[in-house]
């Protein structure tokens, strides 16, 4: 049986266990990188925001500053979030951060888990870099919430404590989010996308 987050937690603040924290790390590191490269569109911007975040985490562990028993992915999230709004509010934009890394990962990559022929995989590309593009062109705030719900797979109570704001408020911007990459579909033709953008 796995450990809990908390146990490893426990295990690395009271007995020094790196291999605990190691495990917290591998456990997450998907989630929280795929969250960092929504928001920031960037690699090797993420790698740093990812490295950053983990040296803020490990800090703060080690200063007591974690007191939230069971909400440890949600502690860390919030911190990695800071991060990437630190790295943006520098940048002094929400938009037109770099698109040139084609070797990009985001949760559309795992539409399709079966291997399909190379014409239609080139097409599922294509539909992933149209869908990655149109993100970004969404307020700011529906393009938190849109990917801290599919790319962390937090619940909306814990995007709307990250976010500091109402369910009610985190809920509305999911599904304007939605709306709007709904008309963006409709508009641009490409109906056999619709199914993606389902809450």
């Given at each position: 049986m796995q450990p809990t987050d908390e146990e490893l937690v426990t295990a690395y603040l009271e007995d020094g266990d790196e291999q605990a924290f190691r495990r917290l790390v591998d456990r997450h590191k998907d989630?929280?990188?795929?969250?960092?490269?929504?928001?920031?569109?960037?690699?090797?911007?993420?790698?740093?925001?990812?490295?950053?975040?983990?040296?803020?985490?490990?800090?703060?562990?080690?200063?007591?500053?974690?007191?939230?028993?069971?909400?440890?992915?949600?502690?860390?999230?919030?911190?990695?979030?800071?991060?990437?709004?630190?790295?943006?509010?520098?940048?002094?934009?929400?938009?037109?951060v770099s698109r040139e890394d084609d070797d990009r990962?985001?949760?559309?990559?795992?539409?399709?888990?079966?291997?399909?022929?190379?014409?239609?995989?080139?097409?599922?590309?294509?539909?992933?870099?149209?869908?990655?593009?149109?993100?970004?062109?969404?307020?700011?705030?529906?393009?938190?919430?849109?990917?801290?719900?599919?790319e962390t797979d937090l619940t909306f109570r814990e995007i709307a404590e990250l976010t500091e704001v109402s369910i009610n408020t985190a809920l509305g911007r999911m599904r304007y989010a939605l709306k709007n990459l709904r008309k963006m579909i409709k508009k641009s033709g490409k109906s056999s996308l619709a199914g993606s953008v389902d809450p």
């Open positions: 989630r929280l990188f795929g969250f960092l490269m929504g928001m920031v569109k960037d690699r090797a911007t993420a790698n740093d925001l990812f490295q950053e975040t983990f040296l803020r985490v490990i800090q703060a562990m080690q200063e007591g500053s974690y007191t939230q028993q069971g909400q440890w992915l949600s502690w860390v999230m919030r911190i990695a979030r800071n991060a990437a709004i630190d790295h943006i509010r520098k940048q002094k934009k929400w938009r037109d990962r985001s949760f559309w990559d795992t539409l399709e888990a079966e291997t399909p022929h190379a014409d239609e995989e080139l097409h599922r590309s294509e539909q992933r870099d149209w869908l990655d593009e149109h993100i970004q062109e969404l307020p700011p705030e529906q393009r938190e919430v849109l990917l801290l719900r599919q």
